[in-house]
């Protein structure tokens, strides 16, 4: 039972161009959607998270976009880095009056970005 | 603090014998995550605990796994007997109250059985 899904195993963008992310989710109970970044041999890292209230969240390079009523966010970057080369995973969580639940992935799509 | 550390980075044991996955979270969190990393599956949740209590455990993929957490500062996982299809890599994070808020990984124990 995959509540969320990353369909894109695999990505490959151009330096400084827009790389674009996406993921679905199936249970309208989300609250809120983190992203990690994983490099090889070493654990996933925090980026970017929006709450299921907004439909926008920017930090410098990286804008996360939710559009609940398609159960669809993406992760932009903009401009890409050779840097940002990781795999890249969607995690919802439901928010239990103010304590969180579970933290599950998505399978994650993999960044390349050529200088 | 040092982040949450996890030990061994590396393990390699044979088929039927017990392993032991150690992790220290970092000192305040209420919440302790154990994951498990494979090329099929990705990063499945196994287990998570709040304030050291075991509160869903439904991704345990059999008896053979045990998790516990004897005190805020400690966490094992526990495979008895180890079977060649548990090697993986073995995360644990670690994150405050409150729902939306990031969790802290390890970096993993690769865990490998012959």
């Known amino acids: 039972d995959q509540q969320v899904k990353q369909n894109s195993p695999s990505l490959s963008v151009q330096e400084g161009r827009i790389s674009i992310l996406n993921c679905d989710y199936t249970n309208s109970m989300f609250d809120y959607f983190l992203w990690y970044k994983k490099y090889p041999a070493e654990g996933p890292t925090f980026l970017i998270s929006i709450s299921s209230i907004k439909d926008k969240n920017e930090d410098g390079r990286f804008t996360v976009f939710l559009n609940k009523s398609a159960k669809h966010l993406s992760l932009h970057i903009v401009p890409s880095q050779p840097g940002d080369s990781a795999v890249y995973f969607c995690a919802p969580q439901i928010n239990y009056g103010g304590s969180q639940g579970n933290l599950i992935f998505g399978k994650g799509t993999k960044l390349s970005v050529k200088p | 603090d040092a982040g949450v550390i996890q030990s061994p980075r590396h393990e390699v044991t044979e088929m039927g014998q017990e392993v032991t996955l150690r992790c220290k979270p970092i000192?305040?969190?209420?919440?302790l995550f154990w994951y498990r990393q494979t090329m099929m599956r990705g990063l499945e949740l196994l287990i998570y605990f709040n304030n050291n209590v075991p509160i869903d455990d439904s991704g345990m993929p059999e008896d053979r796994f045990s998790a516990k957490m004897p005190n805020a500062s400690f966490s094992t996982l526990k495979i008895q007997p180890s079977e060649p299809r548990d090697s993986a890599v073995y995360f644990c994070?670690?994150?405050?109250?409150?729902?939306?808020?990031?969790?802290?990984f390890g970096q993993g124990t690769r865990l490998t059985v012959v």
């Open positions: 000192s305040g969190h209420d919440y």
């Open positions: 994070a670690s994150s405050l109250r409150g729902a939306g808020t990031e969790a802290f």
